[in-house]
């Protein structure tokens, strides 16, 4: 199945009520400073994300462990890029102002299916490996394993049911130098989860890794 293409925002405005985010850690990284890359109108987002040298990072956008590891990979200075479901949808409705400000610097794309699933998928197709942060048991974080099986990509699993390595940095690091990946896809648990099980600064940690 190919994955949705995206599609070109009508601009930078997002018009939506204020939703309270669920409460998860900062990662820490100052990033008020950061102007605010905006939503990207291209196209053909697989040669975006490979338009610079060196690694990228890519998530789903979504609330939680996908938020976490995009400010920590902007506290690192890499290029960050969220990909959408049409409406740049998070769990509870369009991002907010407040949460677009929190990851200042990353670049925003929105997917023309509305769908959570199409955009996981499109997601792990676009990646090269997949990290996989799930200490609280989320369905989402299932369809992310399903789909880099699927696709072939190399998978790992930091925290929840299968988890593959210990999870410290030179792990993690050498794990990533092996696969010579350019695109890292970061997934996990949405906020909501984290927070009623009671596992955001777990996830917040490994996110810094």
């Known amino acids: ?30 990033n008020a400073e ?9 196209q053909d987002l697989r040669a975006v994300l490979r338009r610079g040298p060196g690694i990228c990072l890519l998530t789903g956008g979504q609330t939680g462990v996908d938020t976490v590891a995009a400010r920590a990979a902007l ?5 960050v890029h969220l990909v959408f479901p049409r409406g740049l949808r998070q ?10 400000r929190g990851v200042r610097g990353a670049v925003l ?4 299916s509305d769908d959570f699933r199409d955009r996981t998928r499109t997601c792990v197709s676009l990646s090269d490996v997949v990290i996989l942060i799930d200490p609280a048991g989320g369905e989402g974080c299932r369809e992310t394993e399903r789909a880099a099986r699927d696709l072939g990509r190399p998978l790992l699993i930091l925290a929840g049911p299968g988890t593959s390595a ?23 648990c949405r906020g909501s989860l984290l927070a009623a099980a009671g596992s955001g600064r777990l996830a917040a940690d490994q996110a810094a890794v």
């Not at 794309?109 to 023309?112: K, N, R």
């Not at 940095?169 to 896809?185: F, K, N, S």
Request: hydrophobic fraction near 35%; avoid cysteine.
């Open 1 to 30: 199945m190919s994955p949705p293409r995206p599609t070109s925002a009508p601009g930078n405005e997002i018009p939506n009520a204020e939703v309270p985010d669920a409460e998860v850690p900062d990662a820490g990284i100052p």
């Open 34 to 42: 950061v102007p605010d890359a905006g939503i990207a109108p291209e």
């Open 75 to 79: 506290g690192a200075h890499l290029p």
């Open 91 to 100: 769990e509870s409705g369009p991002i907010t102002p407040a949460s677009r």
């Open 109 to 112: 794309h929105e997917l023309a």
């Open 166 to 188: 210990p999870g410290g940095p030179d792990e993690v690091a050498g794990w990533i130098e092996r696969t010579q990946a350019r695109v890292l896809m970061v997934a996990g």
